[in-house]
């Protein structure tokens, strides 16, 4: 991957607090492509059922939609994904079923830890697929490192809508052209950038951690 910053500051000055903003899935975990795949065979689905289903039905992903904003509850979306997903599909903590072998992005964890460390200020800024009965924040152990959550689900705005990145500015309290923003979509990015936030795309850890630990003026440690 090469490295895609927008508005990149070029000499970050060591000592300034900063505002880094982190996106969840794909971003704190590993991509999830290659474990929904195996996940999808070990329930006897073909390896692309639960991507096509959640991001292509057009009934799935109206239901994923309701979900992000907390218009609809993970166990309801979970009986109703099931079904669409197959008839023998069980509909129990699916959401969990689906999530529970996606590693965390060990790398990234460490870099936030160490940017926290420095004085910088952090916030979550996630588009949620639920917390209950599944909570994918918990699972990873993530959730106590921010100063900040804005999760779709609980303040009813997704990315990309500009509203959900002037919400995190207001709870941060740094100013934007001080901010940090990294997700592993591409689409998410250009909202945050027309406010004079820093974007960083991310599809791979290592790049992702270097480019961030340029701009903070930090070193993600191992075990850190």
């Known amino acids: 991957m090469s490295p895609s910053a927008v508005a990149r500051d070029e000499h970050p000055r060591e000592h300034e607090q900063r505002g880094l ?7 704190l975990t590993a991509r999830p492509l290659d474990v929904h795949s195996a996940w999808c065979v070990s329930e006897g689905l073909a390896p692309g059922a639960w991507r096509g289903t959640l991001g292509e039905h ?6 994923y939609t309701a979900l ?5 509850g ?5 009986r109703r994904t099931a079904a669409l997903l197959g008839r023998h599909v069980d509909p129990v903590n699916l959401m969990g079923r689906a999530w529970a072998d996606v590693p965390a992005a060990t790398r990234m964890i460490a870099l936030a830890r160490a940017a926290r460390s420095a004085g910088h200020r952090l916030a979550l800024l996630s588009n949620s697929f639920g917390l209950d009965p599944f909570n994918p924040y918990e699972h990873v152990g993530i959730w106590d490192l921010f100063d900040v959550h804005v999760v779709s689900e609980l303040v009813g705005l997704a990315k990309p809508d500009p509203a959900i990145y002037r919400l995190t500015l207001d709870l941060i309290g740094v100013p934007a052209e001080r901010c940090v923003f990294v997700d592993d979509h591409a689409i998410n990015l250009p909202p945050a950038a027309e406010l004079g936030i820093t974007t960083v795309h991310a599809t791979d850890e290592d790049t992702a951690v270097a480019e961030l630990e340029a701009l903070l003026g930090v070193t993600a440690r191992s075990g850190a």
């Open 68 to 72: 992000e904003i907390g218009a609809m």
């Open 58 to 63: 057009p009934e799935g992903r109206r239901l």
């Open 21 to 27: 903003i982190l996106d969840f899935a794909g971003v």
């Open 74 to 78: 993970q166990a309801e979306w979970n």
